[in-house]
């Protein structure tokens, strides 16, 4: 008889340990629970993440304008070679995310991680004083841009009013091309709530024993907080910075709302997601949108990846 014959009809009757618990683990009444449990999500992730992903990879390739997506030519790399040689926008708008991005995400850790650290203490109506400090965060970006529109208006914005009752000369905020983005970087600082939130959870699962015990050493409010507070913390200050990148990279409706599509004042205000809106919903060139689109996930994507090699080296997990 055929060796390979044998040797298949063994397997057959003899399946390897893997096997069965691979079989067990898919195939087992529980098993097919859990998998109609996560159906709508499976499903959701293939329709809402999946499949505009696969698509905006192929538009990117093409000159799809608007219309039937059939009419759309392939033009290979054409897109990106033009967003690195001919769009100096590309660049510019880069440029300006980037800073948003260096200012804006540790200013919003510090200020989130600085008042949760006040609102953790025992005081009376802190249950009020903590429904203030958030109350911002849920408040309409919308609303909020308009609110900030006025406040920073050149000539009868408040906060123009209160550097000339001290003194200081009025601020174009909005329309100096040196001021614009600090100006937003300020604005979005707004929205700090979520994070302190977060921080704020965080620090009241600190075990107090670890406080005590610092006492007990000598240690003071500057070595609770160095040898203690910050190395229970840096678990939340990496989920805050991560979601802070994410966040950043995708400024847009703060700045469109205050500055208009154009970014104001020589595109000091121009972000990356405003110079892909405008290419996709403006000009209608949607594939050259996609292919900015497709650049910026990149980026995304390699900036959390240095992130989540980064974590090992500095975020303490208490488990190592």
Do not use: C
């Not at 009025?170 to 329309?175: D, G, N, Q, S, Y």
């Amino acid at each position: 008889m055929d060796t390979t014959v044998v040797s298949n009809a063994n397997s057959q009757e003899h399946p390897s340990p893997i096997s069965q618990s691979l079989k067990r683990l898919l195939f087992s009444r529980g098993s097919w629970v859990g998998y109609l449990f996560i159906l709508p999500w499976f499903i959701g992730m293939i329709w809402f993440d999946a499949f505009p992903l696969v698509a905006n990879i192929y538009l990117g390739s093409t000159d799809y304008a608007v219309g039937p997506v059939e009419n759309a030519n392939w033009v290979g790399l054409d897109n990106y070679v033009k967003m690195f040689t001919e769009d100096e926008l590309f660049i510019k708008s880069i440029g300006n995310t980037v800073y948003y991005i260096v200012l804006s995400v540790p200013l919003t850790l510090l200020l989130s991680f600085g008042i949760a650290l006040l609102l953790n203490t025992n005081i009376r109506m802190m249950g009020l004083f903590r429904t203030i400090y958030y109350i911002p965060s849920v408040i309409p970006i919308v609303a909020a841009s308009v609110i900030f529109l006025w406040m920073f208006n050149a000539r009868s914005g408040a906060v123009n009013q209160l550097l000339y009752a001290v003194g200081i000369q009025p601020i174009r905020w909005l329309t100096n091309p040196d001021y614009i983005k600090l100006t937003l970087v300020l604005v979005g600082l707004w929205g700090f709530g979520s994070q302190m939130i977060v921080f704020l959870a965080a620090l009241q699962g600190i075990p107090a024993h670890l406080y005590e015990a610092v006492s007990i050493d000598g240690g003071g409010l500057f070595a609770r907080l160095r040898y203690v507070t910050i190395p229970l913390m840096t678990p939340t200050i990496f989920f805050n910075m991560l979601v802070g990148l994410i966040a950043s990279f995708q400024v847009f409706a703060t700045a469109f709302i205050m500055l208009g599509a154009n970014g104001g004042a020589l595109q000091s205000g121009l972000f990356y997601m405003m110079h892909t809106y405008n290419n996709a919903f403006r000009y209608f060139q949607m594939g050259y949108a996609a292919a900015l689109s497709l650049v910026l996930f990149i980026a995304m994507f390699l900036v959390n990846a240095v992130m989540m090699w980064s974590s090992n080296r500095w975020v303490y997990y208490g488990d190592e």
